[in-house]
């Protein structure tokens, strides 16, 4: 059995583009994953989704994310996430490029629906993860 549809993208954070559709670079179609860029100053639209949650995750920069007109100030490494039917708006108020994972879905988790395996010998289904052991740490190089 081979990896299947398994699917890579690169995030450009060079791009010049304010949005790399990471979703469809990827093939994904249960939720939607952005890579926004802005640069000092700019801003995204006011905006809301009627149905869709959404999560924010800095990854370089600092986010002044507006939400129904109050400001949240996230640096680098900070998550947000904004429910659905709430207005919300993406600043870079500050001096560096804003580089950020946008990730929206809607409808219930599926939960953890996973299978694991102790080793890639094994056959047959797998069992729940948490009762497979974490394998060892990989030998000092």
Do not use: C, K
């Not at 009627?50 to 920069?61: I, M, S, W």
């Amino acid at each position: 059995m081979g990896d299947g549809d398994v699917t890579f993208a690169t995030l450009d954070y060079e791009h010049g583009e304010r949005f790399q559709s990471l979703r469809r670079e990827l093939g994904v179609n249960s939720f939607g994953i952005n890579l926004i860029l802005l640069a000092p100053r700019e801003r995204a639209r006011i905006h809301t989704h009627e149905h869709q949650e959404e999560v924010y995750l800095v990854l370089a920069g600092e986010l002044t994310l507006v939400v129904e007109r109050i400001e949240h100030v996230l640096g680098e490494r900070r998550v947000a996430r904004v429910p659905p039917g709430v207005r919300r708006q993406l600043v870079n108020a500050g001096p560096e490029r804003l580089v950020l994972l946008a990730l929206g879905g809607a409808g219930e988790h599926v939960g953890r629906d996973g299978s694991a395996w102790e080793t890639w010998d094994e056959q047959g289904p797998g069992r729940p993860p948490p009762e497979i052991p974490l394998p060892d740490d990989l030998p000092p190089a």
